[in-house]
């Protein structure tokens, strides 16, 4: 494990969930303040576009938005099931300054209705890989993964009903090597099953995502600085010695 200690500097990542079908695949970067995200725009490889939509990255800053899509599952009568899964993969998440990736976390939200029984279900998983040999012990290629969900069968009436949860990961304290550069892959999925004829449920999903960066350890930036200093000492005593 790291020993080292490090300041955790928060970045916000909002997700509400919109279609962009992509004409064309190709990777897209979005750079905020702090961090850069690269995910490919084809669905046929990141089916996560046809479940969350796109994101885009809101202003100047670390934002991005999922715009609006199908992010709903429905069931009714004898027999009903209805699931939608997906999983949106960022190839990378870094940092130009080089500060270490820290907590991913979403907090999964959206509502339902259970009419005359049914059951509903939401679920998101994580994961993160560490995708370069920083040479900070002998952790690389190791992965962070974490699974949280949401069920219910109780009847709402009605009035629709509110569900939230929370998931995260932290690849900076997770990983015995540097965090500087990862991947995250975002796997949902939406349940409703019903069975009989006068029930009916429904389950619809929204998502909030925050992400935090944390400054590369000092000894990186304390070495650079020494050899800068030792450099210079060099060329002065050098300087002196024609002189």
């Known amino acids: 494990m790291k020993k080292i200690p490090r300041q955790i500097i928060p970045v916000a990542l909002l997700a509400v969930a919109a279609f962009a079908m992509p004409v064309h695949a190709a990777p897209v970067q979005l750079c905020g303040q702090t961090v850069c995200y690269e995910y490919d725009n084809d669905p046929a490889v990141n089916d996560g576009l046809l479940l969350f939509g796109a994101p885009r990255l809101l202003g100047n800053s670390d934002v991005l938005s999922f ?99 929370a998931n995260s990961i932290d690849p900076a304290a997770a990983f015995a090597d540097l965090a500087t550069s990862v991947d995250l892959s975002i796997f949902g999925r939406l349940q409703a099953t019903t069975g009989s004829p006068e029930q009916i449920a429904f389950v619809a999903r929204k998502l909030s995502l925050t992400v935090a960066t944390a400054v590369v350890p000092a000894p990186a930036g304390g070495l650079l600085l020494a050899t800068a200093a030792m450099t210079l000492l060099a060329r002065v005593r050098r300087r002196t010695a024609r002189d």
């Not at 939200?109 to 890989?129: I, K, P």
């Open 67 to 165: 715009t609006p899509s199908v992010s709903y599952a429905t069931a009714f009568g004898a027999d009903g099931f209805d699931e939608r899964t997906a999983s949106f993969h960022f190839n990378r998440i870094w940092s130009p300054a080089g500060f270490e990736i820290g907590t991913i976390s979403i907090r999964d939200s959206g509502d339902y209705q259970v009419l005359n029984g049914g059951t509903v279900s939401a679920s998101l998983r994580l994961e993160s890989r560490d995708l370069v040999d920083d040479g900070h012990g002998p952790g690389y290629l190791e992965s962070a993964a974490a699974e949280n969900g949401f069920s219910s069968s109780t009847a709402t009436g009605l009035p629709f009903q509110n569900w939230s949860y």
